[in-house]
């Protein structure tokens, strides 16, 4: 029996996550991954100023509002028909 509303949850669980992670990256004072290491090796993006970190977040804000829109136009079958099976 499959389940047509478990989709359209988790594609807007996951554009939701990634517009708040967005805006927590658009927000920073500072990069976080400065003076950061993963195994003794420097996470890449260490040395990235501020601005291009707000940037990567404003990025991620309007790619979860464009995917959003789109699976709700996919899924309303605006875009053609669609089988839910």
């Known amino acids: 029996m499959p389940i047509s509303w478990l989709f359209p949850a988790l594609v807007v669980l996951i554009c939701i996550g990634v517009f708040l992670n967005g805006l ?3 927000r920073m004072t500072q990069n976080p991954w400065a003076g950061k290491t993963l195994f003794g090796v420097s996470i890449e ?3 990235l100023p501020v601005e291009r970190v707000r940037l990567i977040g404003k ?3 309007v790619a979860a509002v464009i995917m959003l829109l789109f699976f709700a136009l996919l899924l309303t079958e605006t875009l053609g028909p669609v089988d839910m099976r």
């Open 45 to 47: 993006g260490h040395d």
């Open 59 to 61: 990025l991620q804000m």
């Open 24 to 26: 927590r990256f658009a």
